[in-house]
């Protein structure tokens, strides 16, 4: 027999194991990939479902159109903490985004540098500090400049914490365009910072917008820099200079209570936080899969 056909019956006695191997092998790596969403979706389900569970009875229309009611009184709600929250939001997104896509955008482009070194450092560091730390520094800040606490404070203290998280995202999605794209532009005489903004940006713009929802999913729930800035308040606030409400606050103030009835509607404000949160995540996610937030059709 020649040695090419021994070399032949030798592949033809292999290939059924190494098949066999193969498959084992990519049924096991599959289970594995499910078994990790399984892990990550299991705590989440559990957590908005036991919300469901305790908060949904607590939600009526009084409660998404009433202010609260003194203790004693039946019924109420959080309506002047949800406006609160999202005049508070707006605030911190108006001042934090711009600011982290610019330092995103500088380290990227034109970080190579000590400078861009030392905003890499602290960005990392503040992504670390304790919210309640920056929420004490955002009292120095502005809360003492002003005289009283405020809408604007609490802004302040939030777009600080979602700054950090926006820079690191938008640097590290810019870095993923290839080089080639920009060569290309720079090669048909586009200048540098035009290309920046025009093109590198705008192919990065899924994993920019993703940052950003990550920074402000993480920011919306925070109850102790507002504790220090925007303080809380029973009533109906529109101005950027008084004491306002907020869900966060106002659930810390219910949960602490010893009435069951502000219990109640704690957990009826929690389950709003989480909804409200997963609403502004996925409008933001589909209009920026529809092009809508890159300016296509």
Not at 87 to 104: D, E, F, M, N
Not at 150 to 155: F, I, Q, R, V
Not at 279 to 295: D, E, F, N
């Amino acid at each position: 027999m020649s040695s090419g056909a021994t070399t032949a019956t030798m592949d033809s006695t292999l290939l059924p194991s190494l098949s066999l191997r193969r498959r084992l092998t990519n049924f096991l790596a599959t289970c594995a990939a499910a078994g990790s969403v399984i892990l990550v979706l299991v705590p989440l389900g559990a957590v908005f479902g036991y919300l469901v569970y305790r908060g949904l009875g607590s939600i009526n229309w009084a409660f998404l159109t009433q202010t609260p009611k003194p203790v004693g009184e039946a019924g109420g709600g959080m309506a002047n903490a949800i406006a609160g929250s999202a005049l508070i939001l707006l605030i911190a997104s108006t001042v934090g985004v711009p600011v982290g896509i610019g330092a995103g955008i500088y380290l990227a482009e034109y970080g190579r540098n000590r400078l861009g070194n030392l905003i890499r450092f602290t960005s990392d560091v503040l992504n670390g500090v304790p919210s309640i730390i920056i929420g004490i520094v955002a009292y120095g800040l502005v809360v003492l400049t002003q005289g009283h606490f405020s809408a604007l404070a609490g802004g302040v203290a939030l777009a600080i914490m979602m700054i950090p998280t926006i820079t690191r995202a938008t640097e590290e999605m810019l870095l993923l365009v290839p080089t080639a794209v920009r060569e290309a532009a720079y090669g048909l005489g586009v200048s540098r910072w035009r290309t920046t903004l025009s093109i590198t940006l705008r192919t990065a713009t899924s994993g920019v917008i993703t940052g950003v929802m990550l920074a402000f999913a993480r920011v919306a729930g925070e109850t102790a820099p507002l504790l220090f800035t925007a303080f809380g308040n029973q009533f109906w606030n529109w101005k950027l200079n008084q004491p306002t409400a907020a869900l966060p606050l106002q659930i810390y103030t219910y949960a602490i209570s010893p009435f069951d009835e502000w219990h109640r509607q704690a957990w009826a404000g929690a389950l709003i936080l989480i909804i409200l949160i997963v609403v502004a995540v996925s409008a933001v996610r589909i209009a920026a899969g529809r092009g809508m937030l890159k300016g296509g059709n």
